[in-house]
């Protein structure tokens, strides 16, 4: 059966850190991947999508990998911030239907 | 920056009532989404609608549920006989294009009583 697993429900990490967040994914063959923010009680706002001949993407402090053979992708947030603290989501096309399914997220707290 | 908006930001109902969620999505987008999000879990994928067509729907989208745009801006999501589990937060979202970003609003808390 189709997967998306988000490695941890719960990273808490200090701010200045570098915030490493995982997503696997099985039985999928995803022309491409995204990162979404959800903040408590609000919809997900996007954050970066890599496309399957991409190996990695940045945004100012963001940065996102793909890897299509290890079927993973890593999202990491470099000198991280309190206002950083939130829940992110993997997002993937590509499976048995072509719509776009989400992971549970990891929800991330950065400690002043 | 534009965005999507939803109305009302929380709907209380009946069980068995039907429920009328609404959408304004972002203006030049084609594709329209709708995903729900029970308490404590992941969001679900709903249906797509491109051109006037439901484009995918997920096995949650069974016959109790209907999307329409009835005009230029609106795009409604439709529960005809609501249950207790659909007791969710309904987010509504647009793309410009296929693949695509999608743009969320903050959607619609349902309580079904």
């Known amino acids: 059966s189709q997967k998306i697993e988000q490695n941890s429900e719960a990273l808490n990490i200090q701010e200045g850190k570098t915030a490493t967040l995982t997503c696997n994914y099985t039985?999928?063959?995803?022309?491409?991947l995204q990162w979404y923010r959800q903040d408590p009680g609000r919809g997900p706002v996007f954050l970066l999508l890599?496309?399957?001949?991409?190996k990695e993407k940045r945004k100012e402090r963001l940065k996102v990998t793909f890897d299509t053979t290890l079927k993973q992708s890593l999202f990491h947030i470099t000198a991280s911030q309190p206002a950083d603290s939130a829940t992110y989501l993997c997002a993937l096309e590509g499976g048995e239907d072509n719509d776009m399914r989400f992971g549970a997220g990891t929800r991330l707290t950065v400690k002043p | 920056e534009p965005e999507v908006t939803q109305t009302p930001s929380h709907q209380v109902t009946q069980m068995g009532q039907e429920v009328i969620l609404r959408c304004v999505p972002i203006s030049n987008h084609l594709y329209f989404y709708w995903y729900r999000q029970i308490l404590g879990q992941k969001v679900e994928f709903l249906v797509s609608f491109y051109n006037n067509e439901i484009s995918e729907k997920s096995e949650i989208f069974d016959d109790q549920f209907s999307v329409e745009r009835p005009d230029g801006s609106n795009f409604t999501l439709k529960i005809r006989s609501t249950k207790l589990e659909d007791s969710a937060m309904y987010f509504c979202?647009?793309?410009?294009?296929?693949?695509?970003?999608?743009?969320f609003g903050d959607g619609t808390r349902l309580s079904i009583l």
């Open positions: 039985n999928y063959s995803p022309a491409y």
């Open positions: 890599i496309r399957e001949n991409e």
């Open positions: 979202a647009s793309s410009p294009g296929d693949n695509q970003p999608q743009h």
